[in-house]
Each structure stands twice: as structure tokens, then as C-alpha cells.
Nanobody, 122 residues
Framework: QVQLVESGGGLVQVGGSLRLSCAASGSIFSINAMGWYRQAPGKQRELVAAITRGDSTNYADSVKGRFTISRDNAKNTVYLQMNSLKPEDTAVYYC????????????????WGQGTQVTVSS
């Protein structure tokens, strides 16, 4: 069984910073891509940033230059450093990971965290 546990959300003022963390645990063989998504009230979930196992990154245009995604493969953890936060960054942020597990065979599954609220006040 695999779990993704997020931490680091909260309330911050405009222009402030937050760092989100997401740790994967359980029967993990390896982790491929990891990423962060967000969902604001009344809106669809959207990709914020993603990172491959080889540290190639991809960002939504709205966060380029302000957010940085990174990962620690030894700790099975992905981070999202968020700077210069804006009210429009307010959302529930979800961690996502493509995790390879070994049961009777080796299979990659898509896992999600429970979400962490980020609120940016103006």
C-alpha cells in the first residue's frame, strides 16, 4: 500500500512564500514523474509543476519564475517552493506521483495526496 502525505500549506499574505512537501511511503519499487496540481473553488484541477526522475521540470505559465519544484529521490519526497504568492494562487494543492510497485508483477500506478489548502490574502 502506498500513501502520499502533503504538508506545508497555510495562510500567507500577498507576496509571501510557502514550501509544500509531499512524502511517499509504502511498498515502493521506484517513483517516476512527480507533480503538483491545484484546484480552486469552481475550477478544474490544473497542473502547477511536474518533475521527472531525472529532474526535468515543467511549469504552468502562471507560476513560471515564482514556483520551483524539486525532489529528493532518497526520501521519496517532492517539494514546491512558492514565492511571490498572489491571491489567484489560492487553491487546494495536490501531490501526484507515478509509482512503481511490485506485487505479482511490476506495475506503475498513479497516486494522489489528500490535498493541502493554500490561501493567499490581499
Amino acid at each position: 500500500q502506498v500513501q502520499l502525505v502533503e504538508s506545508g500549506g497555510g495562510l500567507v499574505q500577498v507576496g509571501g512564500s510557502l514550501r509544500l512537501s509531499c512524502a511517499a511511503s509504502g511498498s515502493i519499487f521506484s517513483i517516476n514523474a512527480m507533480g503538483w496540481y491545484r484546484q480552486a473553488p469552481g475550477k478544474q484541477r490544473e497542473l502547477v509543476a511536474a518533475i521527472t526522475r531525472g529532474d526535468s521540470t515543467n511549469y504552468a505559465d502562471s507560476v513560471k519564475g515564482r514556483f520551483t519544484i524539486s525532489r529528493d529521490n532518497a526520501k521519496n519526497t517532492v517539494y514546491l517552493q512558492m514565492n511571490s504568492l498572489k491571491p489567484e494562487d489560492t487553491a487546494v494543492y495536490y501531490c501526484n506521483a507515478a509509482i512503481v510497485v511490485v506485487t505479482t508483477s511490476i506495475i506503475e500506478y498513479d497516486y494522489w495526496g489528500q490535498g493541502t489548502q493554500v490561501t493567499v490574502s490581499s
